[in-house]
């Protein structure tokens, strides 16, 4: 029999990713509160937007705040992310695909 340790991360009561590594969870809850404090933002300006959209838009913007920050700090364009052999989401199981499986 295996032992196989998991990595949960959960907002409001709801699980929304399960991880292999610790640094992985941590690095998503961050995101997710960086998407948090971004939608809070978005509430406030002078545009029509409807809560899906603001919540994809933050969320968007969390998963690029790298290449946001450039732009906001005066670049041109954003920095090309450089390729990496393993993607940082092949540890990653989504909790809703794994309820449908």
Known sequence: MAVV?????ERNG??????TTKKEA???DKMLDIA???????EKV?????EQQIESLALEMAKEK?????????A???????KKAKS??????????????
Do not use: C, H, W
């Open 66 to 74: 790298d290449q946001f920050m450039a732009v906001l700090k005066g």
């Open 5 to 9: 340790v998991k990595y949960v991360v």
């Open 36 to 42: 948090e404090s971004l939608e809070m933002m978005l």
């Open 76 to 82: 041109k364009e954003a920095p090309v992310k450089p």
């Open 14 to 19: 709801v699980e929304r990713m399960t991880f």
């Open 26 to 28: 941590d690095a998503y």
């Open 88 to 101: 940082a989401t092949d540890n990653v199981a989504d909790i809703k695909e794994k309820a449908a499986g």
């Open 46 to 50: 002078d545009v029509p937007l409807s």
